[in-house]
């Protein structure tokens, strides 16, 4: 092999490939080489929501009898160095038992880091009353719903509730797979999980989850005109599927249709 390998690099986004380095380089004695660029977005890019932009790295190098291989990688980059995911560990929440909540750090390219950073709850402001989905529009272009609140464009829908107080916060450091798990006491009703942390370069980064915690005595509804949540999708034979159903309105009826496939 000779002692140069060409190399370059493309960056892809929305916008048309567009490449940002590119020329040769000598190997040292082990047959690698180094080489460093300095990421930037596309200039018609938009910067708001911390983008995140992929870019693909190639290195070429002939043979002696003028063959060429190559080698490639793909890599992510950030305007923020990290990511993060936060989830509750079961759709199935209720407030009579402990809720956990676990989150996730790694970089863009999936990588896990171990870090601090702080788990806010914060309880969704109900609307005050029930209000049902938006019916199809009539003929005059107009819904028929008569909600004119302007707290959410969706009330029936308890994930788009406006955000209220924090009622709990928890530090956290993720282990060396990047993850941290706690467990909440929660009373039923909506809630957010926000999850907040920094980069490297001190650059703030949060990840957002809607969860909700029912009452199976059904003493305490969502302000939804039907709310159910199943706790398996799949159960052996011989053993016992649960579901739980709720209205807010004062009084509702429920089908129940069972099918065998």
């Not at 916008?15 to 200039?43: I, Y």
């Not at 969706?154 to 406006?162: F, I, R």
Request: aromatic fraction near 12%.
């Amino acid at each position: 092999y000779p002692s140069w390998w060409s190399w370059f690099g493309t960056t892809r986004g929305d916008d048309d490939n567009e490449l940002v380095a590119s020329g040769e380089a000598t190997t040292d004695a082990s047959g690698a080489f180094e080489w460093t660029f300095t990421p930037q977005p596309s200039a018609t890019a938009n910067l708001d929501g911390e983008p995140v932009f992929s870019f693909d790295l190639a290195a070429e190098v002939v043979d002696e009898t003028g063959e060429t291989r190559v080698a490639a990688r793909t890599f992510r980059v950030g305007m923020v160095a990290w990511k993060a995911d936060v989830w509750a560990s079961s759709p199935w929440l209720t407030a009579s038992a402990p809720v956990t909540a676990t989150v996730a750090v790694a970089t863009h390219d999936g990588v896990p880091v171990a870090t601090k950073g702080t788990l806010k709850i914060y309880a969704l402001i109900a609307p005050p009353q029930v209000v049902r989905a938006a019916l199809p529009r009539n003929e005059s272009g107009s819904s028929t719903s008569a909600w004119k609140g302007a707290d959410a464009e969706t009330p029936w829908d308890w994930k788009t509730w406006k955000q209220g107080a924090c009622v709990q916060a928890v530090d956290l450091e993720t282990d060396a797979k990047g993850r941290a798990a706690t467990p909440l006491s929660l009373p039923a009703g909506a809630y957010r999980l926000a999850f907040s942390s920094q980069d490297p370069q001190g650059k703030s980064f949060r990840t957002l989850a809607n969860i909700c915690v029912f009452d199976t005595t059904g003493s305490a509804p969502l302000c939804v005109p039907d709310f159910f949540k199943i706790e398996k999708t799949h159960v052996p034979v011989g053993e016992t599927i649960r579901f739980f159903w709720s209205s807010g309105y004062a009084t509702g009826t429920c089908r129940i249709r069972a099918t065998h496939n």
